[in-house]
């Protein structure tokens, strides 16, 4: 047990879904407490964003508009007393560089974090799982392929799957047995088909309905976690 307890408050940007983002507070809380004491509490801010106005933004292509939709609400924690600030979310790192840039505070990347992830675990193929606009994206190919490592998204027909199963269940906290089964059957046909040898659940509630860190022995990256565990250690 550490005696030292956080120097710093966190800022998140939560709400993108709500559902993920009691998961980082609850995680962040007992990884907190499991380097002080359960009597410690962290030093948290949350502000709960427009998930659907955000989202609209980016399907949009208005990506200015996204980034400055964000950035004014980072710069409300850092108003309310943040030091630093985290995106409860992968999609919205689709704009994560720019709002880096300007920043009044230090941002953390999901991404960046989980590629780390990936890296200790010597993967070098890794399919990602998570909104069409993760599945899409072009964050995580380039973050990755820095680090030698090649991301690989499911077929077009299987990105409909899961982005369904995502927006339409997931993030109004609805878990169906038959999706998780779905889920998994895209991985174990990537792993057949793609040679992947890991997967990243790039979407902060894929975790609620892929509980384990495996499946068949392909390393599921729980990116909430990942995060959660940057976030903590950051906190003294």
Do not use: W
Not at 18 to 23: H, K, L, R
Not at 31 to 57: C, G, R, W
Not at 93 to 111: A, C, K, M, N, Y
Not at 134 to 149: D, E, L, N
């Amino acid at each position: 047990m550490n005696e030292s307890l956080a120097t710093k408050t966190v800022g998140i940007v939560g709400g993108i879904a709500p559902e993920s983002t009691i998961q980082y507070y609850r995680q962040i809380v007992s990884s907190y407490q499991a380097l002080t004491s359960e009597s410690e509490f962290p030093p948290v801010i949350i502000n709960s964003i427009h998930m659907t106005k955000m989202l609209d933004l980016i399907g949009a292509k208005k990506l200015t508009e996204v980034t400055e939709y964000l950035l004014q609400e980072i710069q409300k924690l850092h108003r309310a007393g943040a030091e630093f600030a985290v995106l409860a979310s992968n999609t919205p790192h689709i704009v994560f560089d720019e709002l880096q840039r300007q920043s009044p505070i230090p941002l953390i990347s999901i991404v960046e974090t989980a590629c780390l992830a990936a890296k200790k675990q010597g993967l070098k193929r890794l399919a990602i799982l998570g909104t069409r606009f993760t599945m899409q994206g072009t964050v995580y190919p380039t973050v990755f392929a820095a680090a030698g490592i090649e991301i690989v998204a499911p077929h077009v027909d299987e990105q409909d799957v899961v982005h369904n199963i995502y927006m339409g269940e997931l993030v109004k906290g609805i878990l169906l047995p038959e999706s998780r089964e779905r889920l998994l059957n895209i991985i174990e046909t990537m792993h057949a088909c793609e040679g992947i040898d890991g997967v990243i659940l790039g979407g902060t509630e894929l975790p609620l309905i892929l509980t384990q860190p495996s499946h068949d022995g392909i390393p599921l990256l729980d990116t909430t976690k990942l995060h959660v565990a940057r976030i903590v250690g950051a906190l003294f």
